[in-house]
């Protein structure tokens, strides 16, 4: 039968990196507690005190969340450099049959443009245009007939290259992004390949932004 520690360790678990904010202490213990009551109560099949999770959730290991973090800052100490792209703007459309053809025509207009920016990402109901203003009106007459879901200006970008063994360590883009998160930056979009990040934010906030990266590649 199992015990409450190993209930209370499991339930606690299965929120990636709360160990974390337990240890930064961040999370009221009595809260936590209260709220993971119900269920550690149902797994045991019976009524369990506040007070006993609380002492088996003070009593939880932080080793793990220890060595993540551990890794992740040796990652973060190791990423390349940070290359930053203003005038920015950011298009979405809904997925069409006749979408994939003009996207076609933007990457013919653009081969030949090494100082232009553009990203394109494709999910399954919209597809998404990240680029430099210059493209604004090209991008605006080429798509006139599709349907635009979404679109702002005045954006800016900043791209990070990331060690060949990012894909090794879980939670390196968590690491990256909860520092921006509690800073208040509102991300307009996070694009990713194998081994390059770019986040584009607001021009007003790219300045915070870029501090806010510095300071992790540093600490």
């Known amino acids: 039968m199992k015990t409450i520690q190993e209930v209370v360790e499991s339930t606690v678990r299965k929120t990636p990196f709360i160990e974390e904010a337990l240890h930064e202490k961040l999370i009221n213990v009595s809260s936590l507690a209260r709220i993971i009551l119900p269920e550690v109560s149902k797994t045991l099949k019976k009524d369990i005190k506040v007070g006993a999770v609380m002492m088996a959730i003070?009593?939880?290991?932080?080793?793990?969340?220890?060595?993540?973090?551990?890794?992740?800052?040796?990652i973060a100490?190791?990423?390349?450099?940070?290359?930053?792209?203003?005038?920015?703007?950011?298009?979405?459309?809904?997925?069409?049959?006749?979408?994939?053809?003009?996207?076609?025509?933007?990457?013919?207009?653009?081969?030949?443009?090494?100082?232009?920016?553009?990203?394109?990402?494709?999910?399954?109901?919209?597809?998404?245009?990240?680029?430099?203003?210059?493209?604004?009106?090209?991008?605006?007459?080429?798509f006139e007939k599709e349907t635009c879901i979404n679109s702002v200006l005045d954006l800016a970008s900043i791209t990070i290259k990331l060690p060949v063994n990012n894909l090794e360590q879980s939670g390196i883009y968590y690491?990256?992004?909860?520092?921006?998160?509690?800073?208040?930056?509102?991300?307009?979009?996070?694009?990713?390949?194998?081994?390059?990040?770019t986040i584009?934010?607001?021009?007003?906030?790219?300045?915070?932004?870029?501090?806010?990266?510095?300071?992790?590649?540093?600490?």
């Not at 003070?58 to 040796?74: F, T, V």
């Open 58 to 74: 003070n009593r939880l290991s932080p080793a793990s969340e220890l060595r993540i973090r551990k890794n992740i800052k040796k």
């Open 77 to 142: 100490s190791n990423l390349g450099d940070f290359i930053v792209r203003s005038d920015l703007c950011d298009f979405t459309f809904k997925n069409t049959p006749t979408l994939l053809k003009e996207i076609a025509k933007i990457l013919t207009k653009t081969a030949d443009k090494n100082d232009a920016f553009l990203t394109i990402s494709q999910g399954i109901f919209e597809t998404n245009i990240v680029a430099s203003k210059s493209l604004q009106k090209y991008i605006e007459t080429i």
């Open 175 to 197: 690491f990256i992004l909860k520092q921006l998160a509690w800073a208040d930056i509102a991300l307009q979009e996070v694009i990713s390949t194998t081994n390059e990040m």
């Open 200 to 219: 584009v934010v607001k021009e007003k906030d790219i300045n915070e932004t870029f501090g806010i990266l510095m300071n992790l590649k540093s600490a």
